[in-house]
């Protein structure tokens, strides 16, 4: 099983980005699903999740600029990240809990990152 995760670049500060994080592999079933970030210097922190029902949770940081999305479908994660600011800037790393086909348990898995960058 690989996280893929795609979207991050460089953007003004109140722009905006979408982020991708695409599962592969011998996938039954994904349940929990979340964005966290990372800033040089600073320790990794949540973002956003979704469990599997569907509801989100949003760091107070983000809240009513980010949205979180999964297309269970595509077994698909996204992050809409709206009104950027420069303190947005960190490497974002997606993280899901998945069962395996013929598991007895899930197990969790981060992607590889992607830099968002916001600077004028």
């Known amino acids: 099983v690989q996280l893929q995760a795609s979207g991050g670049g460089l953007v003004q500060p109140g722009g905006s980005l979408r982020l991708a994080c695409a599962a592969s592999?011998?996938?039954?079933?994904?349940?929990?699903l979340g964005w966290y970030r990372q800033a040089p210097g600073k320790q990794r922190e949540l973002v956003a999740t979704?469990?599997?029902?569907?509801?989100?949770h949003y760091a107070d940081f983000v809240k009513g600029r980010f949205t979180i999305r999964r297309d269970n479908a595509k077994n698909t994660l996204y992050l809409q990240m709206n009104s950027l600011k420069p303190e947005d800037a960190a490497v974002y790393y997606c993280?899901?809990?998945?069962?395996?086909?013929?598991?007895?348990?899930?197990?969790?898995?981060w992607g590889q990152g992607t830099q968002v960058t916001v600077s004028s």
């Open positions: 993280n899901a809990d998945i069962w395996k086909y013929g598991s007895t348990g899930h197990s969790n898995y």
């Open positions: 592999g011998s996938i039954f079933r994904i349940a929990n």
């Open positions: 979704m469990v599997s029902g569907g509801s989100a």
